[in-house]
């Protein structure tokens, strides 16, 4: 799915490019807009891909958390968020 997004943001661009350089100035600003729109909305699927790979494991650790109770845990907060900062970082 993310990869007909890429494919369709790069043609929009191609696209709008070449309408630019034909001095179809509405066209171009249409199709750039549209590749705009396709470039958000990939990363927004990132983004929730991101977080559906994560949420096992934070529902996981807040279990333990939980049944285990907050000694020992000094950093509750970092042990807690880890998990969903590194895999979000690197799709990007």
Known sequence: MLC????????YGIRGMRAS???EQELARQLL??????ETD???LR??????????????QLYII???GI???LLLGQSVSLPIQPNCFITY
């Open 4 to 11: 007909r997004r890429y494919v369709d943001t790069l043609v």
């Open 21 to 23: 350089a034909q001095d």
């Open 33 to 38: 807009k549209q590749k705009q729109w396709e």
């Open 42 to 44: 990939s990363a927004l």
């Open 47 to 60: 983004l929730l891909k991101c977080t559906m790979e994560a949420a096992p494991q934070l529902t996981l």
């Open 66 to 68: 939980a049944v285990q």
């Open 71 to 73: 000694k020992g845990h």
